[in-house]
């Protein structure tokens, strides 16, 4: 991740009082502002951490040197250290790991981004890679039958099956008039997740062979990433509440079906297809799988570590110059900072103009997103709570992607709400028996602009103010949709957008990176290969969107420098 600081020794001793202050503060809901000391849930291997903080000595003969230890990061770190390259893995926060964080307070454990995992099942491909790159070290658990459940207003609701049979046959019984119509749909999903193979596969490719590619498999078949979702019910005939159903997932990539590009949604139905699954352990589990190989092959990983500038020397990438003002040179550099972090805040002059990089800069992010995080006790599981994931609809409104906080009388148009201590067989509830629940919904970035600027730590009355009525808010949403659950409730706290804008540089707050339009995925520029040699990029801004995706383009970033890679994807 990159870091604003400039430099100079002024600079370096505001970076590393910023670092301590990182290290005290967090946002809290409700009452005058309170920076507790975060109790981060670290990862470890025998009880040793598989990190340590940045030094200017970090030595040198680096095969590649990857920026932020997100998944995407993470994964093609892992991946090219089991074939033997040494990598350096450089995480601006204080702990390594991204949106696979865990964190805690007053007892209770939050699982920071990884809530419902696809594919994971024994002998599906992203599981067996999960496999090579971890050594098998991470356990996945399923969340069972249903795995969602969406809530619609006048006592609609529908449940999402574990087998993509199940999910057909709960379809017909319950749109039986559509029967011919499900079926046409689910063709075009079909045939829009196997064109994404090839897809991605050309990604990794040097671009005049992805231009080539691209367009004879436009010429074979249709080009579902040009297509949006909207496009495909409107031309299938989906109608009425039906059209709601089947894009009922649009939460788990952030645009709504007039905006998203149908390829998306086809491969979120097959990511689903057998069901999600959660890590045994919590999230960090993932962190201790992938971070551990980096360190078995001579490489390290470094945290409170923020890049300044990738180096260019005679046209090509040879390093990065960190915001204390040292230099670490490799033989290649891989940005997992964010697409838009990348050609904003790395890349230098002229670079960061390039044509390019003004392709990448005009696509749009993804929504900007609230988390509340909560804490019960006693049995959530006999008031009504499970490891299936709720999705809570308060209105038929397709086109609404976000929720309109300024209007004092609205109400969030979607919440997502997870139980992930209820998902891990690993937690233990105490005799308070204790247990977690996180509330996600998705506002404009422009409630939280006019605080973007100010210092965490003393922030305005009026943004906390503003949380403290968000708060409420939601409370009272939550308290009318699951009495039985909330009536456990003893604490919760708020992020807001500024929340990941501060700790993971997500651009305003996004939760999923570049927005999922068509536009996105037809940029030939968002790849792992960048114009500038030895320069690549990896994450979910460089193939699709989620945890998974982050894996997959973790992958495909690192056959390039190591074609035996592509073996591990078949």
């Known amino acids: 991740m990159v870091d604003r600081q400039g430099r100079g020794s002024s600079d370096r001793m505001r970076l590393a009082r910023r670092v301590r202050e990182e290290i005290r503060t967090v946002e809290c809901s409700g009452g005058p502002p309170r920076y507790p000391r975060p109790m981060t849930i670290l990862p470890t291997r025998g009880g040793a951490r598989l990190y340590r903080p940045y030094e200017p000595d970090v030595g040198g003969g680096w095969d590649a040197v990857v920026i932020g230890s997100g998944m995407g990061g993470m994964c093609c770190a892992a991946a090219l250290s089991r074939f033997g390259r040494r990598v350096l893995l450089l995480e601006q926060h204080y702990v390594p790991g991204g949106y696979t964080h865990m964190f805690a307070r007053r007892g209770f454990h939050w699982d920071v981004g990884v809530h419902a995992l696809g594919e994971m099942g024994e002998g599906e491909l992203p599981r067996r890679m999960l496999d090579w790159l971890t050594d098998g070290s991470v356990r996945m658990v399923p969340l069972g039958d249903p795995y969602d459940r969406f809530l619609y207003p006048d006592g609609f609701e529908i449940d999402f099956p574990s087998t993509k049979q199940a999910f057909r046959a709960v379809l017909a019984e319950r749109f039986p008039e559509q029967a011919e119509n499900i079926a046409a749909y689910f063709r075009c999903v079909g045939k829009g ?46 109608e009425g509440r039906l059209r709601n159903v089947l894009s009922a997932q649009w939460g788990y990539f952030g645009s709504v079906p007039r905006a998203s590009s149908f390829a998306m949604q086809a491969l979120v139905h097959c990511h689903f297809g057998n069901g999600a699954y959660f890590p045994q352990g919590g999230s960090k589990s993932l962190a201790e799988g992938l971070l551990a190989p980096v360190l078995d092959a001579g490489g390290d990983v470094r945290t409170k570590a923020p890049v300044e500038r990738i180096l260019i020397e005679g046209g090509r990438a040879v390093g990065v110059r960190m915001a204390d003002g040292s230099e670490v040179r490799a033989d290649w550099v891989i940005s997992a900072a964010g697409a838009r972090n990348t050609v904003d805040r790395l890349l230098p002059a002229p670079e960061r103009d390039a044509p390019w990089a003004g392709r990448v800069r005009s696509i749009g992010d993804s929504p900007s997103y609230l988390c509340l995080n909560l804490g019960f006790e006693g049995d959530i599981a006999a008031a009504g709570a499970s490891p299936a994931n709720l999705w809570l609809m308060s209105n038929w409104d397709l086109d ?68 403290r009525d968000i708060t409420e808010r939601l409370l009272a949403c939550l308290r009318e949709r699951l009495p039985g659950v909330m009536d456990l409730l003893v604490h919760h706290e708020l992020s807001t957008p500024l929340t990941a804008e501060y700790f993971v540089h997500a651009s305003r707050g996004a939760i999923y990176g570049l927005e999922a339009t068509p536009e996105r995925f037809t940029c030939r520029d968002l790849r792992p290969r960048t114009p500038i040699p030895r320069l690549l990029m990896t994450g979910v801004d460089s193939a699709s969107i989620g945890v998974i995706s982050a894996m997959a383009s973790g992958m495909l970033t690192a056959s390039v420098l190591e074609k035996r890679a592509y073996t591990k994807m078949v």
Request: aromatic content about 12%; some cysteine; overall charge negative.
């Open 193 to 238: 997740a196997r064109g994404a193979h090839i897809y991605f596969l050309l990604k990794s490719l040097p671009r005049w062979m992805d231009v080539a590619g691209s367009r004879v498999a436009s010429w074979l078949g249709r080009d579902w990433w040009g297509t949006t979702t909207e496009q495909v019910l409107d031309e299938v005939g989906i």
């Open 400 to 467: 609404q992607s976000e929720w309109n906080v300024e209007d004092p009388a609205s109400i969030p148009h979607i919440l997502y709400v997870s139980f992930p201590s209820l998902k891990d067989p690993d937690h233990d509830p105490g005799p308070t028996r204790r247990h977690t629940g996180e509330c996600v919904t998705f506002i404009p970035w422009e409630a939280v602009r006019r605080w973007e600027n100010t210092d965490i730590r003393t922030r305005e009355e009026g943004y906390e103010a503003f949380k």
